[in-house]
């Protein structure tokens, strides 16, 4: 005989399911490409895109947390956090985690950024419902043991000495800082010595149950997949752990806001032992909703973003002064920062600054001819294809779409946004971000009379 309370709680897990939303985002030929998008009832999104020509899958599950939500006391925890969720859950040991995706030949990994952290598993699409497991698992039942924590900060402390040791890697850390300051997209990401030392336990426990909700994550799938199947999977997984128990949620939005940089014009150096110089000379970019991020993107990539661009034949091709030179961009919620990278040898770091300078400055004043501007979009165009590749990389693109903008974009779509942009949005973009004042970051040996001068680069 049923209970009335077994009653119940039936009729009320099929009123749940009833309401779980599915709707299909990009509609692809023959279905490939196809990206569907399910809202469970905790709040769980669902994104996949289907590729039947390959033979494996990318599961990965997006987290809406990063360094900057971290307050100056738990800088680092995401990280330590990420770290954490491959230790153990009640099911699973750490060996357990690492051996069920071994022996089938997948590998698994996870990042974390400034605004998102990201767990992902690649594998033979027969073997896709292993790594659903797993990785929901891993995200919903971790233990996060007293021991663990000990364990792991060792690690941690030497992925910091690590980068620390990376002077190409730290400088733009410290760039961050220079345009940040002591704010959570100033800090690393990774935390400080100090701050490492001082997590504990319980802090990151209490920092995983805040921002581990089903409304905060985004499940994101591609490759030779079954947009129903996973669903079914994913919702086996979350509800055997209890996860999807407030039928009535809905999922976090996309952040948004303003935030207000530091004022322009600031030097940073590090002074270190190093065979190189290493350089950031930059400025206020724009957020990743700016309009105009197509026609920055544009810009970026005919300044640096090749062999071709003009810094990289300034200051390589012609003269010699560095091997590695590039521009980029990057673009948060609500702000962004455009950068110009140079490693040189210390000697020559005050030339390499001055052509870049000399080139932000002649763009912002007279713009791109537009056959530079022609060619960039090519390019453009092409790498953004030659990116989507592999399964993972689409995992990361419905993924990161899904939780930053909320939405999702084709291909196809964005080769014609690439393709529309105009001449005079490059040179109206390259006014607006290359016209302001820069400031600077450097790492290297630099000596007083050296140091003293680099004020002037962004007078």
């Not at 049923?2 to 599915?22: D, F, L, Q």
């Not at 009832?41 to 994104?47: D, H, K, S």
């Not at 924590?149 to 410290?174: Q, S, Y």
């Not at 426990?205 to 409304?215: A, I, Q, S, V």
């Amino acid at each position: 005989m049923t209970s009335r309370s077994s009653k119940a709680t039936a009729r009320t897990s099929t009123e749940a399911r009833a309401v779980a939303r599915t709707q299909t985002l990009i509609k692809g030929a023959d279905g490939i490409g196809t990206v569907r998008r399910t809202t469970l009832p905790g709040g769980l999104r669902i994104v996949t895109e289907t590729l039947p020509s390959v033979r494996s899958a990318t599961f990965g599950i997006w987290a809406h947390v990063g360094s900057r939500d971290e307050t100056p006391a738990l800088n680092g925890a995401t990280h330590y956090l990420e770290h954490l969720l491959f230790k153990g859950t009640t099911r699973r040991s750490a060996l357990d985690i690492s051996s069920a995706i071994d022996a089938v030949g997948g590998e698994m990994n996870a990042f974390t950024a400034k605004e998102y952290t990201c767990y992902y598993a690649r594998v033979l699409d027969s073997d896709l419902p292993l790594a659903i497991d797993v990785v929901c698992d891993m995200l919903t039942g971790s233990l996060i043991r007293e021991e663990d924590v000990d364990v792991e900060r060792g690690a941690i402390l030497e992925e910091i000495a690590m980068t620390e040791d990376d002077p190409g890697d730290c400088v733009h850390d410290l760039f961050a800082h220079t345009m940040f300051g002591d704010s959570p997209l100033g800090r690393p990401v990774l935390g400080t010595v100090d701050t490492v030392n001082a997590l504990t336990a319980d802090r990151i426990r209490r920092f995983y149950k805040k921002h581990y909700d089903p409304t905060h994550l985004v499940v994101a799938c591609a490759g030779n997949v079954d947009h129903n199947k996973v669903v079914r999977q994913v919702r086996a997984a979350f509800e055997k752990a209890g996860a999807l128990s407030r039928a009535d949620a809905t999922p976090i939005a996309p952040r948004d806001g303003r935030r207000s940089l530091r004022t322009a014009g600031r030097v940073e150096l590090i002074g270190r032992k190093t065979e190189q110089a290493h350089v950031v000379l930059g400025m206020p970019g724009l957020a990743r909703t700016d309009e105009r991020r197509w026609a920055l993107g544009v810009l970026n990539t005919a300044l640096g973003g090749g062999m071709s661009s003009r810094l990289f034949q300034e200051v390589r091709e012609k003269r010699g002064l560095a091997y590695s030179v590039y521009s980029y961009t990057s673009g948060f919620a609500d702000c962004g920062l455009f950068g110009v990278y140079a490693g040189c040898r210390p000697s020559q770091v005050h030339d390499v600054l001055k052509i870049c300078r000399d080139e932000l400055d002649q763009v912002a004043e007279h713009g791109l001819p537009d056959e530079e501007i022609d060619r960039a979009i090519g390019q453009l165009k092409g790498s953004t294809v030659l990116g989507l590749e592999d399964t993972g990389a689409l995992m990361n693109r419905i993924g990161k779409s899904e939780l930053c903008w909320g939405e999702q974009m084709s291909v196809d779509e964005m080769l014609t946004r690439i393709a529309m942009v105009t001449p005079d949005e490059v040179r109206a973009v390259a006014r607006d971000v290359l016209g302001q004042r820069p400031s600077l970051s450097v790492i290297g040996p630099l000596k007083d009379k050296q140091a003293s001068r680099l004020h002037d680069t962004v007078a």
